[in-house]
Every structure is written in C-alpha cells, then in structure tokens.
C-alpha cells in the first residue's frame, strides 16, 4: 500500500505543475475568473480527489499498522 501511496503522490505533483502550466499559458490565475481554464480546474478537482484518496489509504496503513 506504501507504494501505492507513493505513486499518488507523485500525481499530485505532476498535477499541480500541469495545473500550473495551463494557468500560465492561459495568463488566469484567479479560480473565481470567468476565464479560468476549464482544464486547469478540472486538473485541481481531479488533484483534490486523489489528495483525499491519499489520507484514506495512509490512515487505512496506519490502522494496519498498529494492529
């Protein structure tokens, strides 16, 4: 599982720097913008789910752990 965890970490990363990427090609940087890229924002949903994914699976380990 710790790999696994690992592995979406590494997600995260490569993520945010596409997120970063797509705000700075589309000069918005202000999610509340009208013209905020679509795909940035799909990019910080998608980032967010696998955030959330991530604690689950390390609080499952944890538990596992201390078993």
């Known amino acids: 599982m710790a790999k696994l965890i ?3 970490a590494r997600s ?3 993520l945010s720097i596409e997120i970063e990427h797509e705000e700075a090609r589309a000069g918005v940087y ?3 913008a009208v013209t905020y890229p679509v795909l ?3 990019l910080r949903s998608r ?3 696998i955030r959330i994914t991530i604690a ?3 609080a499952q380990l944890h538990a596992t ?3």
């Open 65 to 67: 752990e201390a078993a």
């Open 30 to 32: 202000d999610l509340s």
């Open 12 to 14: 995260v990363e490569l």
């Open 6 to 8: 690992e592995s979406l």
């Open 40 to 42: 940035a924002r799909s």
């Open 56 to 58: 689950s699976l390390e």
């Open 47 to 49: 980032k967010e789910n």
